[in-house]
């Protein structure tokens, strides 16, 4: 249960002593080359809360990586069991959409292309034990940094024009 007071907000859950939500570990891929149409953003949901950050990854500004969550389960003293990838779903969503379009493949992976802005954006996955009704959440924090170079400049400035043989 959450309650809004104003400059603070008071998260209330309950939990059962022991029990564990399934816990998500990620594994991105190798940055690819995009082409403009992935770096379209998509619209800003509203006001997604500031998150805990697990882990934190650059990705230049041209650039996408995929996304996996591997979902592992423990029982209520904490062994680790197995769960059926079958039984689960997984949702991705991202708290700026500006900076990083987010694709959700509807099948536990999703891609995450930079937009060509830089900035800090955070890749939120939820998964859902269908058969408990069971949540955990993990969110990604995508750092976009710009790319290699690809066009370089120069300017090339003149002093002020001297006298090349002195008049006597």
């Known amino acids: 249960m959450r309650i809004d007071l104003g400059d603070l907000t008071l998260d209330l859950t309950a939990t059962v002593k022991g029990l564990r939500p399934p816990r998500l570990v990620w594994h991105v891929g190798a940055p690819r080359d995009t082409t403009p149409a992935d770096r379209v953003a998509g619209p800003r949901p509203p006001s997604i809360p500031p998150r805990r950050e ?29 769960v059926d990838p079958a039984d689960v779903t997984v949702t991705y969503e991202v708290d700026d959409p500006s900076i990083v379009a987010l694709t959700d493949n509807g099948d536990g992976s999703a891609r995450a292309a930079a937009t060509g802005v830089l900035g800090v954006a955070q890749v939120t996955a939820t998964v859902t034990h269908t058969p408990t009704g069971r949540v955990g959440t993990d969110v990604l924090t995508l750092n976009v940094v710009p790319g290699d170079a690809e066009v370089i400049a120069v300017s090339v400035s003149a002093g002020p024009e001297e006298e090349v043989t002195p008049d006597a």
């Open 54 to 82: 697990a882990t934190t990854v650059d990705l230049h500004a041209d650039k996408f990586v995929p996304l996996v969550a591997n979902v592992s389960g423990t029982d209520e003293v904490g062994n680790p069991t197995a």
